[in-house]
């Protein structure tokens, strides 16, 4: 199941830089719950996939790099970098590491993310 589930993180990120709402929505358990470190507890999918969509109006592109993933039975820590540009010509990376665990069927039961956003160039200061 280790391999399934980190095939199903890499689906889940690509859908979303693809803007296929629904197909991540799909990977997920219907009760599947998602908590970020920003502060505002614990959402639904639905939920994040609303704030998802809110968010990528302003969003031109953002494709991810996976940097590493860990994986023991049911669960996948993986650490990516997103590349994002705006459609106001902002550009940055977003460094996260997601964990992702599944129930007994394989979906995608919860998502835990730490993440920050870096503008380009601040790296070099």
């Known amino acids: 199941m280790s391999q399934e589930l980190k095939d199903k993180a890499v689906t889940y990120i690509r859908a979303l830089e693809n803007r296929d709402r629904q197909s991540a929505r ?3 358990a219907e009760t599947a719950t998602v908590w970020h470190d920003e ?5 639904s999918t639905e939920e ?3 704030g998802v969509e809110g968010q ?3 969003i031109e592109s953002m494709r991810y790099g996976i940097l590493r993933r860990l994986s023991q039975p049911g669960e996948v820590l993986q650490q990516h970098v997103g590349h994002v540009a705006t459609a106001h010509g902002m550009h940055g ?3 996260a590491a997601v ?3 599944s129930d007994d069927a394989g979906q995608i039961e919860r998502r835990e993310q730490y993440a920050d956003f870096v503008p380009a160039g601040a790296q070099d200061s």
């Open 26 to 28: 799909t990977l997920c």
């Open 93 to 95: 990376e977003v460094h």
């Open 56 to 58: 990528s109006a302003s």
């Open 48 to 50: 994040n996939i609303a």
């Open 39 to 43: 502060g505002k507890g614990e959402q």
């Open 99 to 101: 964990h992702f665990g």
